[in-house]
Structure formats: C-alpha cells, structure tokens
C-alpha cells in the first residue's frame, strides 16, 4: 500500500475518537427515535458506517444507496445517480454520507428520501467542505469541517482507489 504517496491530514486515532465522540452524540439526541434506519451511501460512506454503528447505542437497520457524481473526476459532474430499493415510510432515517462538497449529491439523495415519507430524516457526514459549496445544504451530524482539499482514505477514493487507506489523507503529486 503505497502510504508514502499521501500526506496524512487526518491520522487513524483522530478519526476512530471522533466516530466515537459523534456516535454518542447522535446516541443522545435521537435517543428517543427508537429504532433508527441508517442509510450508507455508497460507495464512499462503507467504512464510516461500519464504523459509526458500533458507536451508536440505538437499535439500528442498515441499508444502503447508491450515489454517484464524480466518475473518475476529481471535481463533480453535476449530475448524481442513485440507486436503491429503499422503503422508508414512517421510518426515523440517519443518512450517512463520507463528504458533503459540492452538496449536490446530499441535496438530491435528501430530496428523494423526503419523496418516501420518512418519519424523519437526519443526515450525518465523516468530512464537510462548506466552501465547495454549490446548494445550500448542512448535515446535521459532521465529525470534521475540511477546507477544499482532494483528500482519499477512510473510504474516500481517488479514480477508485485508495479507500482503503486507515487515514485520510492529501496526494502528494
Ligand atoms: C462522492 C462522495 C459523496 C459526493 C459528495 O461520491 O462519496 O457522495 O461525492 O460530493 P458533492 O457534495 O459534490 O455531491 P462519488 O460520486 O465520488 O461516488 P463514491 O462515493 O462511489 O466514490
């Protein structure tokens, strides 16, 4: 694995406290939503999710949601597709997603979601960039606001690789 291409921006152990600071967090103030839907959107958001649940102290059910915008650009298309078999209705969501930039892909996957008569619908990012921003969207869960930098890792990917990198980091090119 080639570690030594990247510059570590945010190591193992900060991202593992935070996801474990913000699982408490949610764990507290949707306590009384009972059960909670998790939506992970893929395929950015696997490891953040994987890791998220294990750290929130609600019954959860997991599904997932195909999104995509980027192809193998490093700057959005403008055009998000989605896929999924999701039924929602009346159910408490928590949309998780691995980074809101632009916000066109949270704006759309939250417009969609709203379409199925969810009870609620909370969303939830690992990485913020509020100052990429083209739709005026906030989650109301984000474990770091990041300036505009390409960052891989954590399952955040660069053409489709590197998302398994432990850390998130910037490429050194
Ligand atoms: C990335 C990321 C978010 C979205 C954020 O997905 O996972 O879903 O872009 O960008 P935006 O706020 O500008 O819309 P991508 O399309 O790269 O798919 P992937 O998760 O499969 O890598």
Redesign the pocket.
Known sequence: MPEEQFREFISTEQIADRVRELGRTITEELADYGELLVVC?????FIFTADLVRHIGLPCRIEFIR????GSHCT?SGT?LLTHDLTIEGRNVLLV??????????ACITEELRKLNPASLKSCCLLDKPSARKKAVRPDYTAFTIPDLFVVGYGL?MAGRFRELPFIGIPET
Do not use: F, H, N, R
């Open positions: 959107v893929l395929k950015g958001a999104a995509s915008s980027y959005s998000v997603e691995d980074i809101v930039d632009t916000g066109l892909t949270l990917d």
